[in-house]
């Protein structure tokens, strides 16, 4: 494997939202003392699943380093990592994934810095129209739902899904299937009613709201996908991208995260 425990490399405190007042006093003081080193922007290639807490996320580095900004590349964690083998990383700095198979990748192909950072992971979750009219209670229960959304066959989502389905022992036709480029896609054709269900992540339902209802899928059955980072090394600003790194690991970022519904990285 590629990865090592996120402790082990988090240059901020990494701590939970119950941390002691000294570590909070650590977090802030590390973040003042970078406040004065840290400048530049940073541009981060991210999971779609990520556009909510990362927007968040970013908003509270640049109040925290007022000399640093981020600009935002949002999507399918396969489409990003294309992008950046065919530019060699050209115009990235850092790269957020849904999953290891695509930061491997670069990994493989050099263009990572160091070693990525899971900073944390995610589950699945079955979405219904509001009121689950067609009666949706497993996974067994899509094969005769009507149609059913997706994520793409190479996209993260999709490929977790698929893993799932496959562990529940469930074929669903092609025919009742339609695919989403990203996760965010294959969401959205259940709120507008193009779909009668999809399989999400649970932060993707949690931010969908009333707007679906949510059937979960038992452990036993469920996918957890996991999320490294990771400065590229053609980085315009590595110190900057660091410095973002280190704040999604601190105790200010996770609970921003989990906020959002997302699992610790361990």
């Known amino acids: 494997m590629l990865w090592v425990p996120a402790v082990l490399v988090v240059g901020l405190g990494v701590t939970g939202c119950g941390s002691s007042s000294s570590s909070s006093s650590s977090d802030t ?36 380093n ?19 083998q065919q530019t060699s990383g050209t115009g990235v700095d850092t790269f957020a994934s849904a999953d290891e198979d695509n930061m491997n990748k670069l990994v493989t192909a050099k263009l990572v810095d160091g070693t990525p950072t899971v900073f944390a992971r995610n589950r699945l979750v079955i979405v219904t129209k509001p009121g689950n009219p067609k009666d949706i209670k497993t996974l067994a229960d899509l094969s005769k739902a009507g149609v059913v959304s997706l994520c793409g066959l190479t996209v993260p989502c999709g490929k977790y899904a698929a893993q799932s389905l496959q562990t ?29 269900a999809a399989i999400v992540y649970v932060t ?54 989990e906020s959002f519904g997302f699992l610790p990285p361990s």
Do not use: C, W
């Open 66 to 84: 007022p000399g640093a900004s981020t600009t935002f590349n949002f999507g399918s964690s396969g489409t990003l990592e294309t992008q950046i």
């Open 29 to 64: 003081t590390t973040t003042t003392t970078n406040a004065s080193k840290v400048t530049g922007n940073v541009n981060v290639s991210a999971a779609a699943s990520l556009t909510e807490a990362f927007t968040k996320i970013g908003a509270d580095f640049k109040r925290a």
């Open 168 to 196: 529940a022992g469930v074929s669903i036709p092609e025919t009742k299937v339609t695919r989403g480029v990203d996760v965010k896609g294959t969401l959205a054709a259940v709120t507008t009613g193009d779909a009668d």
């Open 204 to 257: 993707d339902a949690k931010r969908a709201g009333s707007s679906v209802t949510a059937v979960t899928i038992p452990d036993k059955r469920n996918v957890i996908a996991v999320y490294p980072i990771a400065t590229l090394k053609s980085a315009a600003n590595h110190a900057t991208s660091q410095a973002f790194i280190d704040y999604v690991m601190s105790s200010k970022g996770q609970a921003t995260l």
